[in-house]
Structure formats: C-alpha cells, structure tokens
T-cell receptor, first 113, second 115 residues
Framework: RKEVEQDPGPFNVPEGATVAFNCTYS??????FFWYRQDCRKEPKLLMS???SGNEDGRFTAQLNRASQYISLLIRDSKLSDSATYLC??????????????FGAGTRLFVKA | SQTIHQWPATLVQPVGSPLSLECTVE??????LYWYRQAAGRGLQLLFY??????ISSEVPQNLSASRPQDRQFILSSKKLLLSDSSFYLC??????????????FGPGTRLTVL
C-alpha cells in the first residue's frame, strides 16, 4: 500500500461546479497535512495546510479525518484557472524516529467552459 | 521574504556527460533543503535532503550526488548522465519550526533532457 494515495483522475467538471478530492495516508503517526497545486510543467505551490478542525480559504475547504486517515479538498464554484494537478502531502514520524514528508502522485482537474 | 532560485531552467545534455544543477535560497538561514525529480506525468521522487552544511541524506540510490557547500546553496551533480535521468528536477526549502511541521517551498525547477 502506498503511504499516500490519491485518485489520479482526471476529473472533468464544468465551470461553476463543486468538486472534491480525497487522499488517504497509511501512517497513523502523521502530524501535518497539506494540499499543493501544480500547473503543467511548473513547480508545486502550497495551496493550504489542513488542520484537524478543517479550514477554508475562499472557494477552497480542506478537511482532515484522523480516524479514517484521509484528507479532503473541496473546490466550490470551479474556475477555468483551477485546472491543475492537486497534490496531497503528509508529514509524519516514522519508527526510525525521524520525520518524513510524503507527496501523493496528484489528482488532475480539468475545468471546462 | 524568502525566495528560491534554480538554474538553468532547461538543459539538454548528451549521455555520459556530467551534470551540475544549482539551487540557492535567500531570505532565511539554516533551511532544510531538498532535491526532487518528477518524470513526465508522475509524482515527486525525493532524491536528497540536507539539514545543514555538509549534511546530505540520500533517499534513493542513483548515479546522482548532492552537496551543500554553503548554508543556502544546494547542488545536484552527476559524473555520467543516463538517458533515464531525463526529468524535471525541483529544489525545495523548508524551515522546521517544530518537529511536527515541514512546509516545503519549491523553486521553478530545471527541465533536463538527456539525449
């Protein structure tokens, strides 16, 4: 089982739609969680951190479910400019005592006019 | 504010030639530094990370090596490139504020093609 798993998609949605991505992680000792956005042929950029209480930034809402070991990203009122690959990122303590950041392979989103 | 630079932006090299990619960070001190690569349509693969000058940890055995000669400089090298080294190479930095958090920020990347 991969340490961080995402549905690769692609998700094809019309403008204005609401779309949700899930990401599961295997290390129950994971401590911090993030969503990154990566445009084609560009570097990943931090979209938002994910907190236990959930957090919202404009049209974007991130949630964490520690019991089920998954995080989610909800995008409301999709824009053409939201088309990108969304990477789930998990940071956790491993048995060796160190911390490690794991990037998911990403979920591709296409927003159509 | 902090900025991260990578160069060159694109590079075409013949098989068997050496490689040197440079990454520098400004506006912070003693950052954690990382080298990743990403094949077309694939996820990020961590190659090396460094928590301080001269301290390099390798995640995956490669024909690549990394060095950190200065606090905010990270270099990725190879003595002989392989065709399979063609990829998008990304440098990232983070400041570990606590053991729990590690938000990484990426440079613009170097797109390497080995022919």
């Amino acid at each position: 089982r991969k340490e961080v798993e995402q549905d690769p998609g692609p998700f094809n949605v019309p403008e204005g739609a609401t779309v949700a991505f899930n990401c599961t992680y295997s290390n129950s000792a994971s401590q911090s969680f993030f969503w990154y956005r990566q445009d084609c042929r560009k570097e990943p950029k931090l979209l938002m951190s994910v907190y236990s209480s959930g957090n919202e930034d404009g049209r974007f809402t991130a949630q964490l479910n520690r019991a089920s070991q998954y995080i989610s990203l909800l995008i409301r009122d999709s824009k053409l400019s939201d088309s990108a690959t969304y990477l789930c990122v998990v940071n956790g303590r491993y048995s060796t005592g160190g911390f490690k950041t794991i990037f998911g392979a990403g979920t591709r989103l296409f927003v159509k006019a | 504010s902090q900025t991260i630079h990578q160069w060159p932006a694109t590079l075409v090299q013949p098989v068997g030639s050496p490689l040197s990619l440079e990454c520098t960070v400004e506006g912070t001190s003693n950052p954690n530094l990382y080298w990743y690569r990403q094949a077309a349509g694939r996820g990020l693969q961590l190659l090396f990370y460094s928590v301080g000058i001269g301290q390099i940890s390798s995640e995956v055995p490669q024909n690549l090596s990394a060095s950190r000669p200065q606090d905010r400089q990270f270099i990725l090298s190879s003595k002989k490139l392989l065709l399979s080294d063609s990829s998008f190479y990304l440098c990232a930095w983070s400041v570990t504020e606590s053991l729990r958090t590690d938000t990484q920020y990426f440079g613009p990347g170097t797109r390497l093609t080995v022919l």
